[in-house]
Structures are given as structure tokens and as C-alpha cells.
């Protein structure tokens, strides 16, 4: 689980759409051995090896900043061609199409599912802290300790159609897609950058799938 494992170092495009937690996000990243850009139009893409999208904030805004960037498109081909990605919370809610959070942003619409919120009055919300996975699949999580676990901050989630796009579930007040991977496609509801050991593993599984591939 070391850098060492590499047998490149890949450069990585941080997509900056002003929503970001970038600043951690490219420290774990660098920490692991990647070589991460920030990436706020279509050429800073070019000569990436895979693009990661962060978020923090409300889908609504997210989705805006992204399409005002001039960013929506080239990423939508660039997961339509099947490049690497990593989506890290609503960079992960962005791969679907709605969110009850912003019934009026359209987001990149490459799965089928909308985006939901935990049930009022049952459960505390936004979810908040740290819980163990129920992994299905994925090289995200290959080689980890299974009782692993990770930090999440979030009031809504994805719910995809098609069930066999998670990759790891989460329960709190019942299951939920906590991630997903399909192809060369993967994306978390936590925060792998503030999961500490478990999250730096995660992304070096992530890294390692790139010289994989």
C-alpha cells in the first residue's frame, strides 16, 4: 500500500469549478503519489491521465459553476469515452441527472438516478461522521482491511437505477450507495481526503487502476 507500488507517477486534472475542497483533496492526492493540476477549462484536461471532481456545497451550485466554467461538456465526453474519473461527494451526486436538493440544476446526467435526501425526522441529518462500508466490487477497495471505515458530511445521496453500479454500501437508517465503479468510472459519497489511513488506501487503489489499465 505504498507509493512504491506505482509504476508511473499519473498526473491528475483537480477540476476547479469553485466548489471544491481542493486544497486537501490534492494533498491526499500527492501523498499518494500522483501529480495533480488544477484543471479550470477544457485544455487543462488534455494531458491528464484522469480527472477528479470534488464538491462541497449544494447540488444547485455545483452543477451551475460547473456548466459557467465551460467544464460540463468536455467532462461529459470525457466519461463517455470511458477515461479514468473519480467523483468525491458531489462530484459523485453530479453523475446523475436530478437532485431533490436543486429540482432545477441538471447534473451530468451519465447515469440513470436522481440524487435523495434521508428521510426527515427519522435520522439525524446531514449524516455526519465516520461508518464502515459493505463492499460489493471495485478496485477501489482491493486489498483493504474489510472493517475499514470512512468519513462522511452529507444530507442526500444517489440512488441509481441500476443497482450494480455500487460498488460499496452504507447503512444508516438503511442502506445506501455509499460508492460506485463502472469501467474505468468511480465515485464516493465520503470523503476519502479526510478518511485518513483507509482514505489515502482508496486512493491509491484509485492511482494503482491507472497504471493498470
Same mark, same amino acid.
Given at each position: 500500500?505504498?507509493?512504491?507500488?506505482?509504476?508511473?507517477?499519473?498526473?491528475?486534472?483537480?477540476?476547479?469549478?469553485?466548489?471544491?475542497?481542493?486544497?486537501?483533496?490534492?494533498?491526499?492526492?500527492?501523498?499518494?503519489?500522483?501529480?495533480?493540476?488544477?484543471?479550470?477549462?477544457?485544455?487543462?484536461?488534455?494531458?491528464?491521465?484522469?480527472?477528479?471532481?470534488? @464538491?462541497? $456545497?449544494? !447540488?444547485?451550485?455545483?452543477?451551475?459553476?460547473?456548466?459557467?466554467?465551460? *467544464? /460540463?461538456? %468536455?467532462?461529459?465526453? #470525457?466519461?463517455?469515452?470511458?477515461?479514468?474519473?473519480?467523483?468525491?461527494?458531489?462530484?459523485?451526486?453530479?453523475?446523475?441527472?436530478?437532485?431533490?436538493?436543486?429540482?432545477?440544476?441538471? @447534473?451530468? $446526467?451519465? !447515469?440513470?438516478?436522481?440524487?435523495?435526501?434521508?428521510?426527515?425526522?427519522? *435520522? /439525524?441529518? %446531514?449524516?455526519?461522521? #465516520?461508518?464502515?462500508?459493505?463492499?460489493?466490487?471495485?478496485?477501489?477497495?482491493?486489498?483493504?482491511?474489510?472493517?475499514?471505515?470512512?468519513?462522511?458530511?452529507?444530507?442526500?445521496?444517489?440512488?441509481?437505477?441500476?443497482?450494480?453500479?455500487?460498488?460499496?454500501?452504507?447503512?444508516?437508517?438503511?442502506?445506501?450507495?455509499?460508492?460506485?465503479?463502472?469501467?474505468?468510472?468511480?465515485?464516493?459519497?465520503?470523503?476519502?481526503?479526510?478518511?485518513?489511513?483507509?482514505?489515502?488506501?482508496?486512493?491509491?487503489?484509485?492511482?494503482?487502476?491507472?497504471?493498470?489499465?
Amino acid at each position: 500500500m505504498d507509493n512504491g507500488a506505482l509504476k508511473t507517477h499519473p498526473t491528475l486534472a483537480l477540476v476547479d469549478y469553485g466548489s471544491g475542497n481542493l486544497r486537501s483533496v490534492a494533498k491526499a492526492l500527492e501523498v499518494c503519489g500522483a501529480i495533480v493540476k488544477l484543471a479550470a477549462s477544457k485544455t487543462d484536461l488534455a494531458d491528464a491521465d484522469a480527472v477528479v471532481v470534488p @464538491g462541497v $456545497g449544494s !447540488f444547485g451550485d455545483c452543477a451551475r459553476n460547473l456548466s459557467a466554467s465551460g *467544464l /460540463k461538456e %468536455p467532462i461529459q465526453e #470525457w466519461l463517455h469515452n470511458d477515461r479514468p474519473y473519480l467523483g468525491i461527494c458531489l462530484g459523485y451526486q453530479l453523475l446523475f441527472q436530478t437532485s431533490e436538493e436543486s429540482p432545477d440544476a441538471e @447534473g451530468l $446526467g451519465f !447515469f440513470e438516478g436522481r440524487v435523495v435526501r434521508f428521510p426527515q425526522g427519522q *435520522l /439525524k441529518v %446531514p449524516h455526519m461522521g #465516520w461508518n464502515t462500508l459493505e463492499r460489493t466490487k471495485g478496485p477501489l477497495y482491493e486489498g483493504m482491511d474489510p472493517s475499514s471505515a470512512f468519513y462522511f458530511v452529507h444530507s442526500y445521496y444517489p440512488a441509481p437505477e441500476d443497482s450494480g453500479l455500487v460498488s460499496a454500501w452504507c447503512d444508516y437508517g438503511g442502506g445506501f450507495a455509499a460508492s460506485i465503479s463502472r469501467g474505468r468510472v468511480h465515485a464516493t459519497q465520503f470523503h476519502p481526503e479526510k478518511s485518513q489511513k483507509a482514505g489515502l488506501e482508496l486512493l491509491r487503489g484509485f492511482l494503482r487502476a491507472l497504471n493498470d489499465a
